[in-house]
């Protein structure tokens, strides 16, 4: 069997069509303002360079190269300030997460398989990961059919959501940290 490889990365959101078309895709739509927002990180760090090297420059209290320092600066918080703008109100307002498609990349997941090998052991947990792996199938499924677990123990055992949850190794049966409110309180 290949190597694990990840699974995800690729159509799990959608950005809005700004400036539809590409020079060499047709159809294609261009994510314009996040590699805007990509040049100006690098403007800013090239900014940032100009400034750490005109700081070398200070003999005793003075500095000539003090206006270069000031424009650098100046020029780094206008253009992360609008590039922020822009990212919020054309990219991440309109952004849409496809859901079906992150569940779906979720239950195939072989690291789901590693929750069952306190039931199952290491060597079926792999069996099963690895199964699922080749199979391009949801871990629950192979569990299934390998294991005499129950559905509804493989369903409560196999929720992605849940097993990504913070937990209190300090609480008893690990109980769930409270995500926000009261952090005396504790959710089970």
């Known amino acids: 069997m290949d190597e694990f490889r990840p699974i995800g990365g690729l159509d799990e959101i959608e950005l809005d069509a700004l400036q539809p078309g590409s020079s060499i895709m047709p159809g294609k739509v261009n994510p314009v303002i996040p590699e805007a927002v990509a040049m100006v990180c690098a403007q800013v760090a090239g900014n940032d360079l100009a400034v750490a090297l005109a700081g070398q420059s200070g003999n005793f209290e003075l500095n000539?190269?003090?206006?270069?320092?000031?424009?650098?600066?100046?020029?780094?918080?206008?253009?992360?300030?609008?590039?922020?703008?822009?990212?919020a109100d054309k990219a991440i307002r309109g952004l849409r997460v496809r859901e079906h498609r992150l569940r779906d990349l979720?239950?195939?997941?072989?690291?789901?398989?590693?929750?069952?090998?306190?039931?199952?052991?290491?060597?079926?947990?792999?069996?099963?990961?690895?199964?699922?792996?080749?199979?391009?199938?949801?871990?629950?499924?192979?569990?299934?059919?390998?294991?005499?677990?129950?559905?509804?123990?493989?369903?409560?055992?196999?929720?992605?959501?849940?097993?990504?949850?913070?937990?209190?190794?300090?609480?008893?049966a690990g109980r769930l940290l409270q995500p926000s409110g009261d952090p005396g309180r504790e959710s089970g």
């Open 64 to 87: 000539v190269m003090l206006p270069l320092i000031a424009r650098n600066l100046l020029q780094s918080v206008e253009l992360l300030a609008a590039a922020s703008n822009a990212l």
């Open 106 to 172: 979720a239950s195939r997941s072989p690291m789901l398989a590693t929750a069952l090998t306190p039931l199952v052991g290491h060597r079926a947990a792999a069996a099963i990961a690895r199964q699922s792996w080749e199979q391009q199938r949801p871990v629950i499924d192979v569990a299934a059919e390998l294991t005499a677990l129950p559905r509804a123990q493989l369903e409560r055992m196999l929720d992605a959501l849940q097993l990504t949850q913070t937990r209190d190794v300090f609480a008893p």
